[in-house]
């Protein structure tokens, strides 16, 4: 007995074209809705280096977009750079050590005294914990750039 061939099947070029036409009208359908989201005025992530293009509530991102830009860095940098930044004051803080930047401020850690107080629904008198409460006390700088607007 004589062996068949396998026969190799090629896809047709009219139904790889046919494929491709219906990505393409995908991706537009998806661009077309991007875009009319942008219209509507949905929020965006974009970069900014003005702070008055920033509302009135500024969040850790739009800080980080604010860096990145002023930076002249990627936003995955500065996000690395804000979060180095914020951990290690936290950190700082945490083991009682006064962090101060001149200029801006200053970061340091203060203990609050065991106190009586009262439980509002029983009146009954209870003893509240001492704790540890972190602080910020702003430079002169910074002081004199708030107060001049």
Request: aromatic share 6%; glycine share 6%; charged share 30%.
């Amino acid at each position: 007995m004589a062996k068949r061939k396998a026969r190799k099947t090629k896809a047709r070029p009219s139904k790889q074209l046919e494929g491709y036409k219906k990505q393409i009208s995908s991706l537009r359908s998806q661009l077309k809705s991007l875009k009319m989201k942008i219209k509507k005025g949905r929020p965006t992530s974009k970069i900014t280096s003005k702070w008055s293009d920033l509302d009135n509530k500024v969040n850790s991102t739009d800080l980080i977009n604010y860096i990145a830009s002023r930076g002249g860095m990627s936003r995955l940098d500065a996000k690395r750079a804000f979060r180095a930044f914020v951990d290690s004051i936290m950190k700082g803080v945490s083991e009682n050590k006064k962090i101060t930047i001149s200029g801006f401020g200053s970061f340091h850690n203060i203990k609050r005294k065991e106190r009586c107080g009262r439980n509002p629904m029983t009146g009954e008198q209870i003893t509240i914990p001492s704790t540890n409460y972190p602080k910020f006390r702003p430079g002169r700088e910074f002081k004199t750039i708030v107060n001049t607007k």
